[in-house]
Structures are given as C-alpha cells and as structure tokens.
C-alpha cells in the first residue's frame, strides 16, 4: 500500500509516468496500471487529497477478479449433496463416501469430494479450542504408553519391538521416557520409580490412560485401580487420577506423545538391547527434547522445570520399593495354601477356603476376601 500511495501522490502533483517509474524504480507499465485504477475510483490530477480509504478503494481495484466455474465433479457432488451428508452426519470418513459412491458408479476426484464437503458441509470444522490451566507446580504428572521401534539383533539374529512408558508433567511439559518389553504393572511401578529418580522427586497427582496394567475398570467417577499399583501409590505419597474413556481431551498433553518420541527419540537409532533404548530416551529427554523451546510454554521444558516444578515435589524414595505378589489360593485338605511356589500352613477352619495372598521378600501375608 505505501508504493501505491506514493505513485498515486506523485501522479497527482503532476508527475509523468515515466518519472514516476524512474524515482520508484518500477516499471512504466506498473505505474499505468496503478494509475488507471485510481481514475477508475474517481481521483484524478491536481486533487488535494489522498485518504486510506481512496487508497483502500484503489488496492481492491486491483485485485484481480478469478472466478472458475466448477467442473463435473462438482455437479456430481452437489448431485449428491443429501446422500454425502448423510453419510457425514453418520460420521463416516470421507474417503469411505467415496467409496461408496464408487460401489454405485458415482465416481468423483477426493480432492474435489473434499472441498465440496468443507465448503458446503462443515466438513472438517471442529470446536474451537479451550484452553486448559496447567495447574499448580509438581501437581500433575500425565502418564501414556505406545508401541516404539525395533531393537538391533541379538546374537540369536532376532529383533524385537519395544514399547515405552512415557510422563509428562501438566505445567513445565519436561518429558521422561522409559522403554520396556510388557506393558504390566510391573513394568509400570518400575517405570514410576526411575521417572521419581529423573525428577528428582514424586509428582502430587499421577494421570494415566486406561491401561490394564494401571486401570482394572474404568469409570468416570469410580474407577478401579489394580490392588498392587494402589498399593504402591499409597506407599509412594501421590494419588491416581485416571482419565476417561475416549475422552483425548482429558490428558491433551500426552496424546500425541507416543508418535513423538518414537519419531523423534528412536526413529533411524541403532539400539542395542533395551539399556541401550533406555540410555537413548533419557539423553533425548534431557539433552534434545528438554533443551528445545516448547511451542506452548516458550520455555525450555528442562529449564522450565528446574525453575519452577522441581521444588514443588514430595521428597524422591530412597530405597527401592519391593513389589508385592498378589494370589488367591486355595486351602488344600492337608491345611496347606502354595504362594509363589512355597507352601504355608493355614488353621483348619480355613480349609477348603479361597483366600488373598499377598507376598513380598520378608513376609507373605493371607487374607480373607469375605
């Protein structure tokens, strides 16, 4: 807009074109055009004013004016405008309508079937996005897992796939990554246990996905946990707060986390043997990821922690926690229950019962369900 107010001041002071080219070094041909769409909103020589708005008027004169009717693909859609929206309502993927158009000979470009669906159907137009409050310091931890890459060989030739469990804090976003073979529950206290060490300490409120290995039912207000992760989050000082059920919204900041860190951490790495991932992600986690400014925060994750969540934490476990076995034996006719292979004697008016074990390296422990 200012080289067009200048030629335009110019010409009205009484420049000549070729001038005006010359002082603005721009071609004659440029000046003419500008020139003739200011005559064509009514300025002429030897006015005395320029306003924003003339100017204004004279930028839309020259926006050129392109208006392509639609080709036969269209037609055909907007033939077929109530059957695709009824289908979208249904909420059908749209390369499965073009499917279905295709079974009755209807045959339409995607690309064209796509924006006739976004600009005649509201095809693709969400709710706009709230934002969530990120909470107080070191009050929220969000825990998700996925499948990661494959692992070099090993000396019997074979690669395996590993999965990792990933946590991410809901205020400073400095993430940890710990890869394991299963997805149970006592790979996820173990997990639990290394992210306090990488923390430096325990996060108030744990919020994972439903896994099994963490959720044994899941309920939007009364979930089950399983009895030997509840077990360990009592002895460890934080709460479990699990989300719902096909509800991504509920931990937004690990959604896409798993297709990240295998992305970014793993993808292309030469990893041998499951030390080796685990070395990988927390240098990623520490050196890479944590020292990248974050899109949202505008911090760096790993600084942003320090500075702010760190402090805020319970105190980080000094001794490692030893895991429980849980099992439901049953009392034998010779007054004897097996747990973890060993025999234990019971009183006699327990025979025939089914009790709950629980079993960790000092002591083994019955109880009666009823």
């Known amino acids: 807009m200012v080289e067009i107010k200048e030629v335009l001041l110019l010409w009205m002071g009484g420049t000549k074109k070729k001038r005006i080219a010359a002082q603005l070094s721009l071609d004659v041909k440029t000046v003419r055009r500008y020139i003739a769409a200011g005559e064509s909103t009514g300025l002429a020589v030897g006015a005395a004013e320029l306003t924003d708005e003339q100017v204004g008027a004279v ?7 392109v208006e392509r ?16 929206k009824r289908l979208l309502e249904q909420e059908v993927r749209l390369s499965k309508v073009r499917r279905l158009l295709h079974r009755r000979g209807i045959e339409v470009p995607y690309s064209t079937l796509h924006r006739f669906a976004v600009a005649e159907l509201d095809f693709g137009r969400h ?22 890459t494959m692992l070099e060989p090993d000396e019997r030739g074979r690669r395996r796939r590993f999965r990792a469990w990933i946590f991410t804090p809901h205020l400073s976003r400095y993430r940890f990554v710990y890869p394991c073979f299963a997805e149970s529950t006592e790979t996820a206290i173990e997990a639990c246990e290394a992210a306090w060490e990488f923390y430096g300490g325990v996060f108030a409120v744990v919020v994972p996905d439903n896994t099994k290995a963490i959720v044994h039912t899941a309920d939007p207000l009364k979930p089950r946990i399983i009895d030997k992760f509840l077990e360990y989050a009592q002895a460890r000082g934080f709460h479990i707060d699990p989300t719902r059920v096909r509800h991504p919204k509920d931990k937004a900041r690990t959604e896409r986390a798993v297709r990240d860190v295998r992305d970014d951490c793993f993808a292309g790495e030469k990893l041998l043997g499951l030390d080796g991932a685990r070395g990988r992600g927390r ?26 969540e760190k402090t805020a934490l319970k105190p980080a476990p000094t001794t490692p926690y030893d895991v429980p076995l849980w099992a439901e034996p049953k009392v034998a006719p010779d007054q004897h229950a097996q747990v973890a292979r060993a025999l234990y004697s019971l009183p006699r008016e327990w025979l025939g019962h089914r009790l709950r074990a629980r079993a960790d390296r000092s002591t083994v422990r019955f109880y009666d369900p009823a």
């Open 69 to 84: 009717a639609h080709g036969d693909g269209w037609q055909t859609c907007e033939s077929e405008r109530a059957e695709i």
């Open 283 to 308: 240098h990623c986690c520490a050196e890479e990821y944590g020292m990248r400014r974050h899109t949202t925060t505008q911090r760096m994750p790993r600084e942003h922690f320090d500075a702010v």
């Open 59 to 65: 930028v839309l004169a020259l926006q050129p004016s």
């Open 127 to 148: 709710a706009p996005t709230i934002p969530v409050a990120d909470g107080k310091p070191g009050e929220e931890v969000h825990i998700d897992t996925g499948w990661m």
